[in-house]
């Protein structure tokens, strides 16, 4: 399989939403502009969000040739082929779930991978633009995702499967949406899930990792219920709304320490110990 082709064959999902995303943000911001208790489309975090998005968009858009060779290398390593049937659609789905599981909770346990996510949290806000805010540094996650091109799917349905990944998220950032049917919050991640994910309560750290799936938290022992109302952002605030900072001040602070690090040992927890 060449590279052109597989390019050819897989749909730009992303930007085909793009008019979608804009109406429903636009829709969160005009039914809550009077809502006191829903109200939080701050104009500086709002614009920090947006341009944090289309640097990430950029960047993603540059790097996409890269994570094609990566997935056609590995799928072409693998002497075995899953037939382009229903049933691989689903496996390509629940494979790129769990990878992005296993991402997410690794990144907030070692600070090296939490400099590729701590953007992601720096809003004190939660609407549909706060998903926007992922790092420009997030694209080294994609290691993570070796295992689903390693099953001998073909890269086109996995990397179709990833877009429709991503693109569920955007709709959990929202206070507008409440809970949901019972059977809905058992299965699959809510707004009022990721409500959770996003709170800085000593309840809520570390909680609700999945991104389609809720039940992969269940399973590991990560899940949290929506009680007390999240506040939202870092333990320690980032008191700014200067997009490179915000993609980058995680970093900084790792580089200052490292270059104070004595020994091996020491340079190595500082890059793969708990977030600071």
Known sequence: MKQQSFEQDVQPLLLYAVPLIALCILLEWWFTRHDDHHRSY????????????LGSLIINGILKAATVAMSLFFYELVPWRLPNTWWVWIL???????????????AHKQRFWWA???THHSSEH??????FRNSWTQYLKIVFFIPVWCLGIHPAITFTCYQLDLLYQF???TEVIGKLPRWVEFIFVTPSHHRVHHGSNAAYLDKNFGTTFILWDRLFGTFAEEAEKPVYGLTKPVESFDVIYLNFHEWVAIWRDLRRAT??????????????
Do not use: E
Not at 126 to 131: F, G, H
Not at 270 to 275: D, N, Q, V
């Open 263 to 276: 020994s091996v040992r020491q340079a190595w927890t500082i890059l793969f110990g708990p977030p600071t």
């Open 126 to 131: 939660l609407n549909l633009s706060t998903s």
């Open 42 to 53: 701050d104009p500086g975090d709002f614009k920090a969000s947006v341009g944090i998005g």
């Open 116 to 118: 590729t996510h701590v």
């Open 92 to 106: 390509a789905y629940a494979g790129i779930d769990l990878c992005n599981y296993t991402a997410h909770y690794v």
């Open 171 to 173: 709709w959990i950032h």
